[in-house]
């Protein structure tokens, strides 16, 4: 009874450190060794940053987990399993850093396999039961809805506001107020709420951690290929004092099986990390030879069939893991490049490099429309439609062809 016990601890101590975020891992080794006597900690190396720093980098992995944060608060409809699992992973995958879907309904729909209706149900759900609210949208009238109805703060005059935004950017609240028929102070008051609201929910997120310790993973070019250095390892710094001869208590010996398999899970997560580092480095090798112009696309859908982990474990492998490579620190999760659109074999980061490169070599008297920059991408061989041009020059901050004409 007493090995069939400790045998169900160890695989829960297992399956609670894999599914551990970066810093959670850290929060949780830190917090077992406080409570364990025979638990001594290595303290890991700052990289040369001052005490501040160090400060500020616990901040920012507080900060930059979206993907943690999305799997977390929808846990229990990834539990249900079956189409559910399926269905709510895969969004997750779509959110883009401003915590917008990355594609439409149609698109998913199409890549899952599955009719447009139930995606739409089941995005639907997650809106609701997400917080911050927002996250999920796919446009910012129904990022502002999704808030403003969290905030039951949705109006019938508030829903013509958002219906007309296009207007406000345009001619501004007077001419908002003409085109939606609605009296200026009426405007006036919708727009003083939503200036409140965010229209990018997931960027809180999304702080770039890279300069603020040292990577854990350094990729180099070898006479053989791409050889991976992994230089963190949570195991290594974990010390297990031996037992003491004399003054042997049940406790001590509870604490001491408890240590050790801590350590045990710390070197199968180890081991989870190296395989997946492995598969993206394998899949992405172009990418560490010219840069994101060669990303190709890859989700952790498939990195999760490929080495057997589930979906959520992956995501959690790569929340805060950061690889060093010709072209310098990067946050892991940049080499899971979703496609640019639905059949495509080009990686969103990919299509981004290709607009960028193009406007910068332009003739700011006479710039590149989208419609231009579509037909130049099909020559290189990239199809893509302008709808999608567009919106990947505007998440660059590239302003319009005629904006920039009136720039120059």
Same mark, same amino acid.
């Given at each position: 009874?007493?090995?069939?016990?400790?045998?169900?601890?160890?695989?829960?101590?297992?399956?609670?450190?894999?599914?551990?975020?970066?810093?959670?891992?850290?929060?949780?080794?830190?917090?077992?060794?406080?409570?364990?006597?025979?638990?001594?900690?290595?303290?890991?190396?700052?990289?040369?940053?001052?005490?501040?720093?160090?400060?500020?980098?616990?901040?920012?992995?507080?900060?930059?987990?979206?993907?943690?944060?999305?799997?977390?608060?929808?846990?229990?409809?990834?539990?249900?399993?079956?189409?559910?699992?399926?269905?709510?992973?895969?969004?997750?995958?779509?959110?883009?850093?401003?915590?917008?879907?990355?594609?439409?309904?149609?698109?998913?729909?199409?890549?899952?396999?599955?009719?447009?209706?139930?995606?739409?149900?089941?995005?639907?759900?997650?809106?609701?039961?997400?917080?911050?609210?927002?996250?999920?949208?796919?446009?910012?009238?129904?990022?502002?809805?999704?808030?403003?109805?969290?905030?039951? &703060?949705?109006? @019938?005059?508030?829903? !013509?506001?958002? =219906?007309?935004?296009? /207007?406000? %950017?345009?001619?501004?609240? +007077?001419?908002?107020?003409?085109?939606?028929?609605?009296?200026?102070?009426?405007?006036?008051?919708?727009?003083?709420?939503?200036?409140?609201?965010?229209?990018?929910?997931?960027?809180?997120?999304?702080?770039?951690?890279?300069?603020?310790?040292?990577?854990?993973?350094?990729?180099?070019?070898?006479?053989?290929?791409?050889?991976?250095?992994?230089?963190?390892?949570?195991?290594?710094?974990?010390?297990?004092?031996?037992?003491?001869?004399?003054?042997?208590?049940? &406790?001590?010996? @509870?604490?001491?099986? !408890?240590?050790? =398999?801590?350590?045990? /899970?710390? %070197?199968?997560?180890?081991? +989870?990390?190296?395989?997946?580092?492995?598969?993206?480095?394998?899949?992405?090798?172009?990418?560490?030879?010219?840069?994101?112009?060669?990303?190709?696309?890859?989700?952790?859908?498939?990195?999760?069939?490929?080495?057997?982990?589930?979906?959520?474990?992956?995501?959690?492998?790569?929340?805060?893991?950061?690889?060093?490579?010709?072209?310098?620190?990067?946050?892991?999760?940049?080499?899971?490049?979703?496609?640019?659109?639905?059949?495509?074999?080009?990686?969103?980061?990919?299509?981004?490099?290709?607009? !960028?490169?193009?406007?910068?070599?332009?003739?700011?008297?006479?710039?590149?429309?989208?419609?231009?920059?579509?037909?130049?991408?099909?020559?290189?061989?990239?199809?893509?439609?302008?709808?999608?041009?567009?919106?990947?020059?505007?998440?660059?901050?590239?302003?319009?062809?005629?904006?920039?004409?009136?720039?120059?």
């Amino acid at each position: 009874m007493r090995a069939r016990q400790t045998q169900v601890f160890k695989i829960g101590q297992v399956i609670e450190v894999l599914n551990m975020s970066s810093a959670e891992l850290d929060d949780h080794i830190a917090q077992t060794a406080r409570d364990n006597p025979m638990i001594v900690l290595r303290p890991r190396s700052a990289g040369g940053v001052s005490a501040t720093d160090v400060l500020e980098m616990t901040a920012v992995e507080d900060a930059s987990s979206l993907y943690d944060h999305v799997f977390r608060e929808l846990a229990g409809l990834i539990l249900q399993g079956g189409q559910l699992e399926k269905l709510v992973t895969a969004l997750i995958e779509e959110l883009d850093p401003s915590g917008w879907l990355g594609r439409s309904v149609a698109q998913i729909a199409e890549t899952l396999d599955m009719r447009a209706e139930v995606v739409e149900t089941a995005l639907k759900i997650i809106q609701k039961r997400v917080e911050p609210a927002g996250l999920f949208a796919r446009t910012l009238e129904e990022c502002l809805r999704l808030q403003l109805e969290d905030q039951d &703060a949705m109006t @019938e005059t508030m829903g !013509r506001v958002l =219906a007309h935004l296009e /207007a406000f %950017e345009k001619g501004g609240p +007077a001419c908002l107020a003409k085109v939606a028929g609605l009296e200026m102070e009426e405007v006036t008051s919708c727009l003083s709420v939503i200036r409140r609201l965010n229209p990018k929910p997931g960027a809180v997120f999304m702080t770039d951690a890279t300069l603020l310790r040292e990577p854990d993973v350094r990729v180099t070019l070898s006479a053989t290929g791409w050889e991976i250095e992994f230089l963190s390892a949570r195991a290594s710094e974990v010390s297990i004092l031996p037992m003491p001869k004399a003054g042997q208590t049940p &406790a001590l010996r @509870e604490a001491l099986a !408890r240590a050790r =398999a801590l350590k045990q /899970a710390l %070197e199968l997560r180890q081991s +989870a990390v190296k395989q997946v580092v492995r598969v993206l480095v394998d899949r992405q090798s172009a990418y560490f030879h010219t840069g994101a112009e060669a990303l190709q696309p890859m989700t952790m859908s498939e990195i999760a069939q490929i080495t057997g982990y589930h979906a959520s474990t992956v995501s959690r492998v790569l929340n805060g893991l950061l690889i060093e490579g010709p072209h310098g620190v990067i946050a892991a999760r940049v080499l899971c490049a979703g496609a640019a659109s639905v059949g495509m074999t080009d990686s969103k980061p990919k299509v981004q490099a290709r607009i !960028r490169a193009l406007l910068a070599t332009e003739d700011s008297a006479h710039p590149l429309s989208d419609r231009r920059l579509t037909a130049l991408l099909h020559v290189e061989g990239i199809t893509v439609s302008r709808r999608i041009v567009s919106k990947y020059r505007q998440e660059i901050g590239l302003a319009s062809a005629a904006k920039r004409r009136l720039y120059a």
